[in-house]
Every structure is written in C-alpha cells, then in structure tokens.
C-alpha cells in the first residue's frame, strides 16, 4: 500500500458513520435492553402457570434451540429478500411472541410462545451485520462492528439492573414492555435506515486486491475452507468469552467476594469498550503503513486478552478483578470489530448474510459447551485452573493467527453456487 493510499485509508476511518449505521446500532441496544424480561421466563412458567422446574427448564431450552435455525434463517433472508425486511420481519415476530406467551393461560401455550420467540430471536443478527459491511467502507468497518458490540455490551448492563430494579412487578406486563421495545427499534429501522443497492466496498469496479479474491455471484459458506477456520477459531474465542461470564461469579464467590459484584466488573468492561474506541486507529494494529488485514490486530488482541485473563486467575480484590477486565475488555475491542470485518470481506456481496450467520454460530455452540467447561475447570482445579486455561487458549488463538491469515489471503477456491 502506498503512502497515499495509507493516508486515504486514515481519512476514510475516521469519518463519521453513517446515519443509518448509528440508528442499526440504537436500535439494537434498545432491543437489547429490553430483552431483559427473558431471565424471568422461568419464574413466569412457575409461578403463574403451575410447571415445575424440570418443566420450565425444557422449556427454556426449546427457546435456545430454536434460536440456531433463527440465525441460519435471518442469513438467507438478508440475502434473497432484502437485509431491512429481515431485521423488521425479526423484531416483529419476537414482539408477537411475546406478546403470545404473555397472554398464555396454559404450558403449552407458553411453549409455543418460546419457541416462536426463539424462531424470530436471532433474525436480526445476519442482517444487520451484513448492513453494518454494506454501509461502510472497508477502513470504517472494525470501528462499526466494534460499536455495534460495546453498545450490547452497555445495553446489556443495563437490562440487568432494570431487572434487579422493576423484577418485583407483574412478569407478564415485562413481557408487555419488551415487545413494545421490539416494535420500537423496528419503528427506528424503518424510518431511519435505508438499504443501498450496493455497499461502498462491493461494487465491482471497487474490488481490490485486498479484498481476498471476492466474487460477485452467491456461493455455498459451508464449503468455503476459509469461513470454516474462521468459525473455528471464532468459536474458540467465543468459549473462552462465555466462560469469563459464567466463571466470573462463581469466582467471586470462591474468593471471599460477593458474587453480585460481577454485575460491576462486567459494567466496567462494558464501559471499557465503549471508551476505548479511538484504540482502533492505533497504527500499530495495522502495520507500519496504515493498512493491513485485520490479523495483526487480531493477534495483538489475543495477546492482550489473555494478559487480562491471566490477571484475573490471581485476583483477590474487586478492584483487581475491575482492573482485569479493563484489560481483556481491551481485548475483546480489537477482537469483535475485526473479527466481523475479515468474515463480511471473505464473502462475495450476494453471500455476506449467510457468512455472517454460519460465523454467528460459534456463540451458539460455546453457550451449549461453555457449561460444562467453566464447571468442569472450577471443580477440578479451582478459579485459577479455569482462568489459566482461557489465557492459554488466548495465547494459542494468538499463535494461530498467521496461519489463518496465509489461508484467507490465499486463492479463492472453486465454490459451488448456493441453492
């Protein structure tokens, strides 16, 4: 890259985003912090409706399964009908459905409920990450899927103290409130957001010898070995993620704290996040002339992540654990935000909805094995075993990088058309 084009680069990044993408950003924290009455589903199914805990739990979980095929589905979608339909169509059907469990007189009527709950829940996510890579140039991309992040990051501390707040009134009237924030952020995405025929970067007099080969016709996501070592790798990163948000408490706990004050250190890495955007320009995340890939600034992170894990595995104090997650939450920045970049790049324009969805995936399987991990670790070898063992997948991760980077850079492989 030349000087030129490095200064370009510089400039385009630090232009502003554009309206569309800072409504697609309020319009999912809004979403997301009303999606707080979904911790009370279980207690809704007990107390009001009679079942009993074995009962409430399947239940739960008919609701997490539906959610897999949700995203696969909201990928196709973005793709053949249109990306703001989609994010419409998804909010719309969990505003429905919870407006259905709310008036539920019976179990199965609520299981009903959750299921179609779990069928819209995840529509949203392909298309409005395939919205966020249509709407911005390549340079501006990290710093919008980081933004997009860090803003459910703070959405999501504040759905948990308005359910610590407002969690002694009638479930149901919360199920009420949650959809009317659905049909709001729908209301937003309508108004404000408009749908481009291309994206800045996917017009094909625009493609680069950057953008990994990418074609302009659609191509099957499951048979690209490129998106395959990505979800791999996103899936290791999203296990360890997972595991600091169900380990962290119960480490809390182990160490003489109360285990509620993980609800403060996950604020502070929320904040964290939110304030630590201007670290994305920082050139070293992107080599000496100001461009690059993304690889580096995923091995930096990784690096950095597991700097901040490894603090946590000795902590004692709250102030040490807060001071913790600063540093991973740091981390967590640079991974997220170009993470996203480099998959909507692999992806030729036609296909970017279901390469976000399939990649999607990782949280889906690391919040069904993350479990069994954090326990597993916990009762064998105690918070520092757990901890220790998500900074040396951290620094792993790191190692992997180059690897990676030499397979998406290379030759696009012969991919069969989608059906």
């Known amino acids: 890259m030349t000087v030129e084009k490095a200064y370009d680069s510089d400039r385009v990044a630090e232009q502003a985003l554009s309206r569309a993408v800072r409504t697609l950003v309020l319009a ?3 979403n997301r912090v009303g999606s707080f009455t979904l911790s009370f589903l279980s207690v809704l199914l007990v107390d009001d409706l009679g079942a009993t805990l074995p009962q ?7 609701f997490g399964l539906a959610t897999i095929p949700s995203r696969l589905l909201g990928g196709r979608l973005a793709d053949r009908w249109g990306r703001v339909p989609t994010i419409v169509l998804g909010l719309v059907g969990c505003a429905a459905a919870q407006l259905w469990i709310a008036a539920s007189a019976t179990l199965t009527s609520a299981l009903l409920g959750a299921i179609g709950l779990g069928l819209a829940f995840e529509l949203y996510e392909p298309p409005s990450q395939a919205l966020v890579a249509d709407l911005t140039t390549e340079a501006q991309r990290p710093r919008a899927y980081c933004l997009l992040t860090a803003a459910l990051a703070v959405a999501g501390a504040v759905a948990g103290l308005l359910a610590l707040a407002i969690g002694t009134l009638d479930l149901r009237w919360l199920l009420v409130t949650d959809a009317v924030t659905c049909l709001g952020a729908a209301v937003l995405v309508l108004l404000l957001v408009h749908e481009p025929a291309y994206g800045p970067t996917s017009r094909p007099s625009e493609t680069s010898s950057e953008d990994y080969g990418r074609r302009t016709t659609p191509v099957s996501a499951w048979r690209d070995r490129r998106l395959l070592a990505m979800l791999a790798a996103g899936t290791l990163f999203a296990l360890a993620y997972m595991c ?14 109360p285990p509620e004050h993980a609800g403060v250190v996950l604020t502070v890495s929320a904040v964290t996040m939110v304030a630590g955007q201007p670290l994305l320009r920082l050139r070293v995340l992107h080599g000496s002339g100001g461009g690059g890939d993304g690889f580096r600034a995923l091995t930096i992170g990784y690096v950095v992540l597991a700097a901040g894990l490894a603090s946590a595995a000795v902590a004692t104090h709250l102030a040490a654990f807060c001071a ?3 540093v991973w939450s740091v981390g967590d920045l640079l991974l997220m935000g170009h993470a996203w970049t480099i998959v909507s790049r692999l992806a030729p324009p036609g296909s970017r909805g279901a390469y976000l969805a399939a990649y999607g995936l990782s949280w889906g399987v690391a919040t069904v094995v993350a479990p069994l991990v954090t326990t597993g670790l916990l009762a ?5 075993a757990l901890w220790s ?15 990676l980077a030499r397979l998406c850079r290379a030759p696009v492989p012969t991919l069969p058309v989608s059906d």
């Not at 409430?56 to 008919?62: F, L, N, P, R, S």
């Not at 600091?244 to 704290?257: F, K, N, Q, Y």
């Not at 064998?380 to 520092?384: R, T, Y």
């Not at 063992?389 to 690897?403: K, N, S």
């Open 28 to 30: 999912r924290a809004v």
């Open 56 to 62: 409430a739990g399947w239940v739960v979980t008919a």
């Open 244 to 257: 600091v948000i169900l380990g962290l408490p119960l480490t809390l706990a182990a160490r003489g704290l």
């Open 324 to 326: 913790a997650a600063v």
């Open 380 to 384: 064998h070898g105690g918070p520092g």
């Open 389 to 403: 063992a998500v900074a040396g997948l951290a620094l792993c991760l790191a190692a992997g990088q180059p690897a």
